[in-house]
C-alpha cells in the first residue's frame, strides 16, 4: 500500500523559513516523480512543486519560483520541500503526491496518484 | 495558463441519484489529459479519474469521466452517503497544471 507521511509543519514568522519532509513507502520511490501541492484552509488545490525521477529536473509555480526548493533522498524514501521568504500568502495545507505521468523539457505533464495526509504551514506574525 | 471552471458550484442531491458535474477549460486541454479528485472534509483528495475516462484503482463503476477539449463531465451514478464530498477537476496537459474551484455534493 502507497502511504506518504509529510511533517515539517508549523507556525513560522513572515519571512522566515521551514523545511518539509514526507517519507514514502510501499512503492518503489526511486522509479517515481513526485509533487507538492497545496490548499488553504476551505479554498482549493494548487499544484506548487515536481521534482523528475530520473534526472531530478524541478519545476516551480511562478507563485513560489526562487523561494522554494523541492528535493528528494532516494535512499531515504524521501520527499522536501524547503520554503523560504515565507509569506502569509503560504499559509496552506502542504501535500506531498505520487505523480503519474511523464515529464520533458524541465516540465512534468502528469496528475497526482496518492496524496500523503499533508502538513499545515501558517504565516503569522 | 489554462484556467478550469466547473460547475455548478454546488450540487444538491438525495442518495440515488444521479450526480453530473462539469469542467470547462479557457483552451483545448491536449490529448484530454483531464482528472478528477474527490475530497472529504479533514481528508487529503483522492484521485477518481484521469485521461479524462479511465477510471483509478479501486474506484466504483458508479464514477465516469467522458469529454474532451474544453468540455469535460464527471458522473456519479445513484450515489452513496460516502460520495457527498468535494469534486475537483485537474489538467496536465499543459504547464502550469492547474486546478478547478471545486464542485460540492451535498445532501438535498
Known amino acids: 500500500e502507497v502511504q506518504l507521511l509529510e511533517s515539517g509543519g508549523a507556525l513560522v514568522q513572515p519571512g522566515g523559513s521551514l523545511r518539509l519532509s514526507c517519507a514514502a513507502s510501499?512503492?518503489?520511490?526511486?522509479?517515481?516523480?513526485m509533487s507538492w501541492v497545496r490548499q488553504v484552509p476551505g479554498k482549493g488545490l494548487e499544484w506548487v512543486s515536481d521534482?523528475?525521477?530520473?534526472?531530478?529536473?524541478?519545476d516551480y509555480a511562478d507563485s513560489v519560483k526562487g523561494r522554494f526548493t523541492i528535493s528528494r533522498d532516494n535512499s531515504k524514501n524521501t520527499l522536501y520541500l524547503q520554503l523560504s521568504s515565507l509569506r502569509a500568502e503560504d499559509t496552506a495545507v502542504y501535500y506531498c503526491?505520487?505523480?503519474?505521468?511523464?515529464?520533458?523539457?524541465?516540465?512534468?505533464?502528469?496528475?497526482?496518484?496518492?496524496w500523503g495526509q499533508g502538513t499545515l504551514v501558517t504565516v503569522s506574525s | 495558463e489554462i484556467v478550469l471552471t466547473q460547475s455548478p458550484g454546488t450540487l444538491s442531491l438525495s442518495p440515488g441519484e444521479r450526480a453530473t458535474l462539469s469542467c470547462r477549460a479557457s483552451?483545448?486541454?491536449?490529448?484530454?489529459?483531464l482528472a478528477w479528485y474527490q475530497q472529504k472534509p479533514g481528508q487529503a483528495p483522492r484521485l477518481l479519474i484521469y485521461?479524462?475516462?479511465n477510471t483509478a484503482t479501486g474506484i466504483p463503476d458508479r464514477f465516469s469521466g467522458s469529454g474532451s477539449g474544453t468540455d469535460f463531465i464527471l458522473i456519479i451514478n445513484r450515489l452513496e452517503p460516502e460520495d457527498f464530498a468535494v469534486y475537483y477537476c485537474?489538467?496536465?496537459?499543459?504547464?502550469?497544471?492547474?486546478f478547478g474551484q471545486g464542485t460540492k455534493v451535498e445532501i438535498k
Open positions: 503526491a505520487r505523480t503519474l505521468g511523464y515529464c520533458s523539457g524541465g516540465r512534468c505533464y502528469a496528475y497526482f496518484g496518492s
Open positions: 510501499g512503492f518503489t520511490f526511486s522509479n517515481y516523480v
Open positions: 521534482i523528475s525521477n530520473s534526472d531530478g529536473t524541478t
Open positions: 483552451q483545448s486541454v491536449s490529448s484530454s489529459s
Open positions: 485521461g479524462a475516462s
Open positions: 485537474q489538467q496536465y496537459g499543459s504547464s502550469p497544471r492547474t
